[in-house]
């Protein structure tokens, strides 16, 4: 039995992103550099950001110090090149876990990083960062399965070999309880997998979603989620008891709270 409960507090502000620096499985070179800026996402971390911010890494692959080590550096320069200032980007894993989670609070902004969905979030339980996480009122941005593993209730949609015929794979699972929305990412690269011999999206997502709601974003897009406020900014689909369809294309936004689209909104942040 689920037992899951939403963060009551929303001071913080929220990114569920994709991928926020790139796209998956592409090896195109980018035409920017730092945190994508499609979709004003950019400018959005800049209304909220605060000078000479700490910032925390958590990782997704808390064994794999080194890879870890190298993503920490890699952040740091990409802050950088955001034009974000930043005082320190630390990295949070299993050296140092409970400690960093302890001192989630004198941190600004929070990455949540990408991975297998059912590994990080047995780390985000085995630190209790799902309590560290009340009360926060800084910046928290998800990325791919750090996105998925904010909601209250997780869709871990298959994706290794085995996972959809194995028993004990649990497809919904505790999350952080940061959000009411499951986000899908990587639309653009996964739409066409198949796993275990089966359709990723038609034979394993689509019947998943009866009874639930899953929001499928492609890279570049974003939901920015404030006090009151739940917005999709950019190529967005919703996935509805089986049912597929998109309701936000790129430059524009789409109102979760609403339930409708703004089709020329003035600012990220003015919604």
């Known amino acids: 039995m689920l037992v899951c409960v939403l963060q009551e507090d929303q001071m913080m502000k929220l990114f569920l992103t994709s991928s926020p620096i790139g796209i998956y499985r592409s090896d195109e070179p980018l035409d920017y550099s730092g945190f994508n800026p499609d979709?004003?996402?950019?400018?959005a971390l800049k209304y909220f950001w605060v000078d000479g911010a700490r910032c925390l890494l958590i990782s997704a692959f808390p064994?794999?110090?080194?890879?870890?080590?190298?993503m920490r550096k890699d952040y740091?320069?990409?802050v950088k090149d955001t034009g974000l200032s930043l005082s320190c980007m630390d990295i949070c894993d299993s050296r140092n876990g409970n400690e960093k989670a302890d001192a989630l609070h004198n941190y600004d902004f929070v990455i949540l990083g990408g991975g297998h969905v059912p590994t990080e979030s047995a780390f985000f339980a085995?630190?209790?960062l799902a309590d560290r996480f009340r009360g926060f009122e800084g910046i928290v941005m998800g990325i791919s399965a750090g996105?998925?593993?904010c909601a209250r209730i997780v869709y871990a949609?298959?994706?290794l070999p085995g996972e959809t015929a194995d028993p004990s794979y649990s497809r919904f699972i505790p999350g952080l309880g940061l959000t009411e929305y499951n986000i899908l990412p990587h639309y653009n690269a996964v739409k066409n997998d198949v796993v275990d011999g089966l359709r990723l999206m038609e034979d394993i997502t689509y019947p998943d979603s009866f009874g639930k709601t899953f929001y499928a974003i492609v890279d570049g897009t974003y939901l920015l989620q404030t006090e009151g406020?739940?917005?999709i900014h950019g190529e967005a689909y919703r996935i509805h008891d089986g049912i597929f369809e998109?309701?936000?294309?790129r430059g524009k936004a789409f109102s979760l709270t609403d339930g409708e689209l703004i089709p020329k909104p003035e600012s990220p942040v003015s919604l």
């Open 126 to 128: 085995r630190i209790g």
């Open 76 to 78: 740091e320069e990409i």
């Open 147 to 149: 996105s998925m593993n």
């Open 63 to 70: 064994d794999e110090y080194s890879v870890n080590d190298r």
């Open 229 to 231: 406020s739940a917005v």
């Open 39 to 43: 979709n004003g996402m950019v400018e």
């Open 246 to 249: 998109q309701i936000c294309v």
């Open 157 to 159: 949609q298959p994706e």
